[in-house]
């Protein structure tokens, strides 16, 4: 009908490579294509348009298995609202494995998938990289989830190339967001109450009582309360390797318990004056257990591709964007 939105699809999926004849051996994978979705010009819409997403109707539409719709919708889902983001036009084209067992039918994995719209394409690679990295990447190489992973540029240089938006440092330059250094770590200091020479291992920033305090990294808190010359002390715990003490407090965060998990940047107190401190500020200290590497050289960078693999990756991405291209200049079919 004019005006209806109209699905494509091709005609079959096509195989790349043949099944094992024989119903009593292990069948071997099929390598099928499919591309399927809305004419641009096309509008959603009718008494059920929010019941059933455009996308999931065009995967019944063709046929394609459930299991690979849902793998599809788990690949994107941090990029894509299936309920909302394809009303107006797109084009899903994937490649992906069956295999049929005394004859029927099985879905596998999706190797290869791209989502076009008139605003943007996005694409997913399968190319498993080792036990505990994620299987799926974009074609430059990074992790489609864009999942954070704790790096050390001194062992890794490699994420030193990383594009700015992924990757950040695994600690904030200061706990406080405005404030004056009054004195910084040193191994010997003439302490201003006690009158003697003692070292002093963090850094004293001066702010007016009440400023708050923020956890410098995500981590574990290990101690709330009082201890000796911190006056109100909160101890964190972070990456099993770190800890980060903010002493002299007034107050600690509502709440805040020995257990507790914080974010970066979480505020977890007030500056004060308690304990051993001649006027409002935060002392904080940052320790780090033997054999760690300095704290201010790990930063948060998404999974990609090893150097050592990014040719085979981009071998792997042509072969299938030849497979995208095979699926488009097959006869597509209007599915009324």
Known sequence: ??????????????????AVASADEPTEAIVEVVAFGVEADATVNGPNSGAVSPFFAATDAVGLPEALALQVGDLFAETI???????????????????????????????????????????????????????????????INRTPRLVDPAREPWVETLVAETATSAFRRSPLE???????????????????????????????IGTRVRATAEGVVGFVGERGGYGKLVELRHFGRYTSRYGHLSAYAPDLAVGDTVSKGQVIGQVGMTGLATGPHLHYELDADPGAGRPDQLIFAVWTVPPEMKNQFQSRVAEYRRKFAYAHRANLVRLE
Not at 1 to 18: E, I, V
């Open 1 to 18: 009908m004019r005006g209806m939105p109209w699905r494509f699809a091709l005609a079959a999926a096509f195989s790349f490579c043949q």
């Open 81 to 143: 609202d299936f309920h909302r983001d394809l009303d107006r036009g797109y084009v899903c084209t994937l490649v992906y494995e069956m295999t049929y067992p005394n004859g029927m039918p099985k879905a596998g994995h999706i190797l290869a998938a791209r989502i076009e719209t008139p605003e943007r394409r996005l694409e997913a690679y399968f190319f498993p990289t080792g036990e505990g990295a994620p299987s799926y990447f974009d074609d430059r190489g990074l992790d």
């Open 178 to 208: 405005f404030s004056r250094v009054t004195s910084l770590p040193a191994v010997l200091r003439f302490h201003p109450i006690l009158k003697t020479w003692r070292a002093h291992r963090g850094t004293d920033y001066g702010a007016a």
